[in-house]
């Protein structure tokens, strides 16, 4: 029922730019924080940048100044435009949504993950 697809991952080359895409169904998008996390192997998954339902953003110190998230609440989209982009930049992109439950809990979901890789 509830789906987030990523795209617009591929290989780029260093100091390159690259946008990121993914569209949610099955969920009220406006009530949901939207975020993006990478991972790379033998890592933790780690936040990338979140947007939250006000539209508040944060970074991770690694890509500020380099990446921007942003949300189109009428197409159910969140978007990562990527720039300046360096190797270790390189990694599996994962689309994530969430939101406050009645009971207080924290539901999240997931997307499949979009491979970016930036050649030196």
């Known amino acids: 029922q509830v789906q987030l697809v990523e795209s617009g991952g591929g290989l780029v080359q260093a100091g390159g730019s690259v946008r990121l895409s993914c569209v949610a169904s099955?969920?009220?998008?406006?009530?949901?924080?939207m975020g993006w996390y990478r991972q790379t192997p033998g890592n933790q998954r780690e936040l990338v940048a979140d947007?939250?339902?006000?539209?508040?953003?944060n970074y991770a110190d690694s890509v500020k100044g380099r990446f921007t998230i942003s949300r189109d609440n009428a197409k159910n989209t969140v978007y990562l435009q990527m720039n300046s982009l360096k190797p270790e930049d390189t990694a599996v992109y994962y689309c994530?949504?969430?939101?406050?439950?009645?009971?207080?809990?924290?539901?999240?979901?997931w997307g499949q993950g979009t491979q970016v890789t930036v050649s030196s």
């Open positions: 099955g969920i009220m998008f406006r009530r949901n924080n």
């Open positions: 947007i939250y339902v006000s539209g508040t953003t």
């Open positions: 994530n949504a969430n939101r406050r439950q009645f009971d207080g809990s924290r539901l999240d979901y």
